[in-house]
């Protein structure tokens, strides 16, 4: 086993979408591909009315925390709920708004592009098996069910890769609840002090990891800078996971 660099934690949790994979990022685009599909059904609308009223409705939608943790367990279904709503609101398609068979098609044409487009992030993987080498202890931890988030485990060969996996679906808890992180520093026989977070969520994955005393980085993969009056600082901000090999200039 090769010598630890100094600068490097004895433990990393990882976040997995959009930090490891490319995932859910840049949702516009894919809507725009998705309604190239479907202009006949979303008439009066045109594409690009379209994807407004979904890309509005889908950021109100997931910024509801009350409702988040429910939805993220049932990504399909939110995803249809997202196009209902959206399409409803336009008050172009009547009282009832869009034909339920058009919605799901929609819908779950969007949810399956989005699958067949997940990839690692260059250098990612890579990343992952040089810290493993140099004998830190690594956790990935992901929010949502089951049925979504283990095959891309499997599909990328992360199992290997990390000492501790822990899938929301599968454990019934997860971030920003305390217990998501405590649970995977005891697993791993670390303390808060001694561990970092790697992620792109700013609650999830800096502000509660920052008030156990875990050091946060936000990995802004698509270099959109923090949110303007944002109050979240994190540690340390990465815009590629191999940026974590090297200390911080």
């Known amino acids: 086993m090769a010598e630890k660099p100094a600068h490097l934690p004895t433990a990393i949790l990882f976040d997995l979408d959009d930090t490891l994979i490319s995932a859910y990022g840049q949702p516009r685009t894919a809507w725009e591909k998705t309604l190239t599909r479907f202009t006949r059904h979303i008439a009066p609308l045109t594409q690009a009315q379209a994807v407004d009223a979904i890309s509005a409705f889908a950021l109100e939608f997931w910024s509801n925390t009350s409702e988040h943790k429910k939805w993220r367990l049932r990504l399909k279904d939110a995803r249809r709920e997202i196009v209902r709503e959206a399409f409803l609101r336009t008050g172009r398609f ?8 058009h919605i799901h098609a929609i819908a ?4 399956h592009l989005r699958e ?5 992030f260059p250098g990612a993987l890579e990343t992952i098996d040089q810290l493993k080498d140099w004998g830190i202890r690594l956790a990935l931890i992901t929010n949502g069910a089951a049925e979504t988030q ?14 501790h996996i822990q899938i929301e679906g599968e454990h019934g808890f997860g971030k920003p609840e305390e217990e ?7 697993t791993l026989g670390v303390a808060a002090d001694e561990t970092w977070m790697v992620g792109d969520n700013l609650e999830w994955e800096i502000t509660a ?17 923090l949110p303007e009056g944002s109050s979240v600082k994190p540690d340390r901000i990465i815009h590629t996971i191999p940026e974590l090999l090297t200390p911080n200039s």
Do not use: M, N
């Open 94 to 101: 009547g009282k009832d708004g869009l034909e339920p068979d």
């Open 108 to 111: 779950d044409h969007f949810t």
């Open 116 to 120: 067949e487009e997940l990839t690692p």
């Open 150 to 163: 283990r095959p891309k485990v499997e599909r990328f060969g992360l199992e290997h890769r990390f000492d």
């Open 180 to 186: 998501a992180y405590q649970h995977a520093l005891a």
């Open 209 to 225: 990891p920052q008030r156990l005393g875990i050091f946060a980085i936000w990995h802004d993969a698509y270099r959109h800078g």
